[in-house]
């Protein structure tokens, strides 16, 4: 059925191809069977040996001791990782040692029962947390799992056979196995060895066991984990020829409750929608009175959120009192199109009679939704949901609402006397203190007060306002009735009250949340720089869950760099610092995953650690204490919405940190291959120049004084050359940012000195004048290039001024710097090119054909090897007369002393 | 008859730096043998005892220092470095080696001539000789009285302390050739010291008391990074030609 349309989509071919290429990761081969002893750890063995023979580095992690003593033999030859022995209750058990697996790295490791549960004191809780560590380090691992074990099918399991399994793994898990190895044989032969004790010794067999190894439950089981593989086989045919159409828009969503049967729902739920290839939620509807539910109902509450999170499910805590109205008000929004139930064989009471199902105003609510319900049968006990007990928590006194229903029956009291003054009847006074009680139970707290009101009204009306006046005898047969309205008015009103009171409390807490993360997305969004980032983290953290944070980033060498910030008023808080804690912060680091208090990984930790992450990789990782206590489900969702901002927040720092080096960088560039092609051009006049005298000289018969000229021609080139060659190898000492220069301290007067003596040797008698200070001066300075700077400036004076005309070299200490100056009385510097002096990246069409020379390499030199000193430089006209003047200045040191020179240069 | 030629090697790489200078050197009266690899330098001195040896640091064969450390184990004959300007560090640690002068490229005639006949009258063996014959030393208007202790300038006399003496009469029995800081702080404090900060303010002191301007030095020349150096002869117009 190969229709054309339906070519394989090239983009899900990519995607395959991707799969199959990331082999960072390694492979998962289950060897999966109905029941225990069908063969699979003997076949698990059997490969195992083959692949050693074909010089494959295989470990075996760890295998069960089996019965079968085939199987045994099997082990013989391989090398095997000698188990942990743990101590749990006086008793020493054996279990995977992960970190010596881990270290070794072998190719392929064997490990043994997939869905066991690990001792208390073992990093992970379950061995297949383990083997998903080995995975990520890139080993492949070989496993054994039962069809029971699967956590969808846990339920439909004890269905069958009557046999609570506990230990199970996730679907998520099983499915993206990369190899399954379904090992299956025939019932009977299984029963048969059963029955010969090769699956479990003769002595270790329990009756439930018996009751297991029955022949219908073996097909029964047999079919169940044959379909499975199906299942998988059918999906992945479907994948590979691009088959996969989701059906237009099944969403399914399921109630979760306290009750067993919320498991067994979501397990449904689970099974149904991985059919049907839909997504589905979880949901949990809070009331207002779940504050006051018991320890162990949240818990199950929780228990099974996690299962639903671990099937796949996405999870949505709502609020609201009214179960269906919540639910359906979500469903609309988010398009589902399935809702599934569990229903309980509920008494019927007086008070349900009336109360239509949750299910039938579900469906009244919701008339285009289909409603599923899974009837919560289950064997054994029953489940009784505990009686909420409403008393307790609402009874208390409070002196001011004492006064407050007081003063309302008084005056209640009052207007009724007012009343019958004005012969307003008697059922109007009635009125009145009903009235009074409705406003007592609306302006106090809790029932109580409510409830006394109503009792002192009857009391109150029965002594001043019936006769026998001012007794509390009462005749008429219909105050009874009154006393009873109006304690039902008080009642109804104080539950009102205190729902509305409990609602607001909520909307605020809500709110408040919201605000919260509204205020952290603001100044996140406004802090520059990654410390700015983390301690905005923290400082809200501790604000708003009142626990002591930590923040981990990765440094630049690698490792992980962390902020703290304690909760003033928590104590032993510098816990969270211990290198055992910094040790999990890594794990969570390299495993991207939540680890510590309250998880099932390292749940030993003092600190609860999420990793920061944002697009696969991971930036940072958050630690909040739980040294007093847990978080509870709804801060750790807040504390997710949080670390999704702070991940946005440093990844965008971290975007416009690669932004900035690259503009530097580009600039750099730029500065560099200016100065490459101003060089190249400077290069190319003198050498055509020394070519071309030395050519003529020896291509034609000169006289001697023009050959002497021509040489001499060369010389002066070359001379030039020269120069420049040593001005680029000056800028070669500064490093690289041109940021720094080694600096000793040298006396300027021997600088100066040396520069005005080499320019003498190269134009003797041309006039030269050096002032310096009298006292000895000593600047901390690269000598070399400062004496390049003074060269430039000098020959630079030379060259402008006439044969005798002077230059002048000053030196001066000035206000924490040493100024040098070179003033010449030459033709001065032309105006238009005073700004861009320093440059030697000015277009070639704006230099004239004499300024070319000297001035742009030269006096760029200068102004680097200046600013590497973190010095300054400038030049202008004389104010009076003809000449230029070029000054720079070096910062001085406060000590100038031999401690500078010991830190010897490399000069 | 003839005077005997002095003889020179030249122990250089680069062709046309080698022949030029051998041009100069032959054009003023002394005898020439070249090589190019460092290793030959101890052979060829140890069979042809040249009086002066111009030796280039960067050699391609051997650390021009490695062949100074070998020259020196067994013989005084002056060295004389020829570097590129901004190695000063090879060139202290040559001269704390052992090497008498260094030049840097490019030299002219004049200077490379001046080096020559600087070091081969100060080479090592004659030291102490000259010191030991003069009893006066004299470069333009500076003269110093050794016996006497002495020092005037234009006729005039300069008070120095002794340890600013010291540093003079140490530059003058070396006149012409250069001395590292390290050479003369300990001729002067003592091997164990590292008084560069003294040095310079005694220099500075020293030039002052001499009437120099610091910025132009006439007889005291510094050699930035590497140490001091007194001149040999002065120009009438007060251009030294060292």
Do not use: H
């Given at each position: 059925m190969t229709d054309v349309d339906r070519r394989p989509d090239p983009d899900v071919l990519l995607a395959t191809l991707g799969k199959k290429e990331d082999r960072a990761k390694g492979e998962l081969k289950i060897f999966f069977?109905?029941?225990?002893?069908?063969?699979k750890t003997y076949a698990m063995l059997d490969e195992a040996g083959e692949l050693l023979k074909n010089g494959v580095d295989v470990l075996v992690g760890y295998v069960e001791p089996h019965t079968r003593p085939e199987t045994m033999e099997l082990m013989e030859g391989l090398p095997v990782l000698s188990p942990l022995s743990v101590s749990y209750k006086n008793i020493r058990l054996q279990e995977f040692d992960l970190a010596s697996a881990l270290e070794r790295k072998p190719e392929v490791i064997l490990v043994d029962e997939l869905a066991h549960s690990n001792v208390?004191?073992?990093?992970?809780?379950k061995r297949y947390q383990d083997v998903e560590e080995l995975l990520n380090a890139g080993i492949d691992v070989y496993t054994t799992v039962n069809v029971q074990h699967i956590e969808s099918l846990n339920d439909v399991v004890r269905d069958i056979t009557n046999v609570n399994v506990f230990e199970t793994i996730p679907d998520y898990f099983f499915d993206h196995a990369e190899k399954i190895k379904l090992i299956d044989i025939e019932p009977d032969e299984l029963l048969r060895r059963f029955e010969g004790g090769k699956v479990y010794r003769p002595e270790r067999v329990a009756t439930a066991l018996h009751n297991f190894f029955t022949y219908e439950n073996l097909c029964l089981l047999r079919e169940l984990a044959v379909r499975k593989i199906a299942d998988r086989i059918s999906h992945e045919n479907m994948n590979e020829r691009g088959?996969?159409?989701?059906?237009?828009g099944i969403k399914m969503l399921v109630c979760v409750g306290p009750s067993p049967s919320s498991a067994k729902c979501i397990r449904w739920t689970a099974r149904t929608a991985e059919a049907f290839r839909a997504p589905w939620v979880a949901v949990h509807v809070e009331r207002m009175?779940?504050?006051?539910?018991?320890e162990g109902e949240r818990k199950s509450i929780r228990a099974n959120l996690d299962l639903a999170e671990r099937l796949g499910a996405e999870i949505a805590t709502l609020n609201g009192d009214d179960i269906a109205a919540v639910v359906a008000e979500y469903v609309k929004l988010s398009g589902v199109t399935n809702i599934v139930v569990g229903k309980g064989r509920n008494k019927r009471t007086l008070k349900n009679f009336y109360e239509k199902d949750f299910e039938d105003r579900l469906i009244a609510l919701l008339p285009n939704v289909e409603v599923h319900i899974i009837p919560g049968r289950l064997p054994g006990k029953t489940y009784r949901p505990p009686?909420?007990?409403?008393?307790?928590?609402?009874f208390f006194f409070s002196w001011w609402d004492f006064l407050k229903t007081v003063f309302l029956l008084t005056a209640a009291t009052l207007l009724s006397t007012g009343f019958r003054a004005f012969g307003i009847g008697d059922h109007n006074i009635i009125m009145l203190y009903i009235l009074s009680v409705l406003v007592v139970s609306r302006v106090t707290d809790g029932y109580f007060y409510g409830i006394v009101a109503s009792i002192a009204s009857v009391l109150a009306f029965n002594f001043f306002?019936?006769?026998?006046?001012?007794?509390?005898?009462?005749?008429?047969?219909g105050y009874p009735v009154t006393f009873v309205i109006m304690l039902v008015v008080a009642l109804i009103t104080s539950a009102l009250t205190l729902r509305i009171k409990a609602q607001m409390r909520y909307a605020v807490e809500r709110v408040h949340r919201v605000e919260v993360l509204y205020e952290i997305n603001k100044k996140l969004l406004a802090a520059r720089g990654i410390e700015n980032i983390v301690s905005i983290a923290n400082e809200y953290l501790v604000k708003i869950f009142n626990r002591s944070a930590v923040f981990y980033t990765l440094g630049s060498d690698g490792s992980l760099a962390g902020s703290f910030l304690k909760?003033?008023?928590?104590?032993?808080?510098?816990?969270?610092?211990?290198d055992e804690e910094r040790a999990v912060a890594h794990w969570v680091f390299t495993n991207q995953k939540h680890a510590g208090?309250?998880?099932?990984?390292?749940?030993?930790?003092r600190g609860l650690y999420i990793p920061v992450v944002s697009q696969g990789k991971v930036l940072g990782v958050i630690g909040v204490s739980c040294v007093e206590g847990l978080l509870d489900q709804g801060g750790r969702l807040f504390l997710s919405a949080i670390t999704s901002q702070v991940a946005m927040a440093l990844e965008r720092q971290l975007l416009s940190d690669e932004q900035r080096k690259m503009t530097i960088s580009s600039e750099k560039e730029k500065m560099r291959s200016n100065l490459l092609r101003a060089i190249s051009h400077d290069l190319r006049t003198p050498l055509t120049g020394i070519w071309g005298a030395s050519s003529t000289i020896l291509e034609n018969d000169l006289d001697i004084s023009t050959r002497n000229k021509l040489i001499a021609h060369i010389r002066e080139e070359s001379q030039w050359l020269i120069r420049m060659v040593e001005n680029l190898l000056s800028v070669t000492r500064i490093n690289e940012d041109a940021t720094s220069v080694i600096k000793t301290c040298e006396a300027v007067e021997e600088v100066v000195a040396e520069a005005v003596g080499r320019i003498r040797k190269r134009f003797p008698g041309r006039k030269i004048a050096v002032k310096a200070p009298d006292e000895l001066l000593m600047v901390p300075m690269d000598g070399t290039l400062v004496e390049q700077v003074l060269i430039n400036l000098m020959e630079n004076a030379v060259n402008h001024s006439s044969e005798d005309a002077k230059v002048e070299v000053k030196i001066y200490k000035n206000e924490g710097y040493a100024f040098f100056e070179v003033i010449d009385?030459?033709?001065?510097?032309?105006?238009?090119?005073l700004p861009n002096l320093?440059?030697?990246?000015?277009?070639?069409?704006?230099?004239g054909a004499d300024s070319s020379r000297g001035m742009g390499i030269g006096l760029t030199v200068c102004m680097t090897i200046v600013k590497a000193h973190r010095g300054k430089m400038e030049a202008f006209n004389k104010s009076e007369g003809h000449g230029a003047v070029f000054r720079f200045m070096l910062p001085l040191k406060e000590r100038c002393d031999d401690a500078d020179q010991t830190a010897d240069p490399d000069r | 008859m003839t005077q005997i030629k002095q003889l020179i090697l030249i122990a250089e790489d680069e062709e046309s730096i080698c022949s030029f200078i051998s041009a100069i050197l032959e054009a003023n009266n002394f005898k020439v043998i070249k090589t190019a690899k460092g290793g030959e330098v101890v052979a060829l001195t140890a069979s042809h005892?040249?009086?002066?040896i111009l030796l280039?640091?960067?050699?391609?064969?051997?650390d021009g220092v490695e062949v100074l450390k070998a020259i020196r184990a067994w013989t005084d004959t002056p060295v004389i470095v020829v570097s590129a300007r901004v190695h000063e560090r090879e060139k202290v640690e040559a001269l704390d080696l052992g090497a008498d002068d260094y030049i840097t490229k490019p030299f002219g005639t004049g200077e490379l001539l001046a080096r020559i006949r600087t070091a081969m009258r100060h080479g090592r063996g004659n030291a102490n000789e000259t010191r030991g014959t003069m009893d006066t030393f004299a470069v333009g208007d500076l003269s110093i009285d050794y016996e006497k202790r002495r020092v005037f300038v234009a006729g005039k006399e300069v008070r120095l302390t002794p340890i600013e003496y010291k540093i003079l009469v140490l530059l003058s029995t070396h006149v012409g050739k250069v001395l590292t800081h390290d050479f003369i702080i300990k001729k002067i404090?003592?091997?164990?010291?590292?008084e560069i900060q003294s040095l310079r303010v005694n220099m500075a002191n020293i030039r002052r008391k001499l009437r120099e301007n610091p910025a132009e030095p006439n007889y005291i020349v510094t050699e930035i990074g590497v140490g001091y150096r007194m001149v040999e002869e002065m120009e009438s117009d007060g251009i030294r030609t060292v």
């Open positions: 069977g109905y029941a225990a002893g069908v063969g208390e004191g073992v990093r992970n809780r088959l996969t159409e989701k059906p237009a009175d779940d504050e006051r539910l018991p009686r909420r007990r409403y008393m307790g928590r609402d306002f019936t006769v026998p006046y001012f007794t509390f005898y009462t005749i008429q047969p909760y003033p008023s928590e104590a032993r808080a510098s816990s969270l610092i211990l208090a309250g998880t099932d990984t390292l749940m030993g930790a009385s030459g033709e001065g510097i032309p105006e238009e090119i320093f440059e030697s990246y000015i277009p070639d069409a704006r230099r | 005892c040249p009086d002066l280039d640091l960067g050699l391609p064969d051997m404090w003592g091997p164990y010291t590292n």
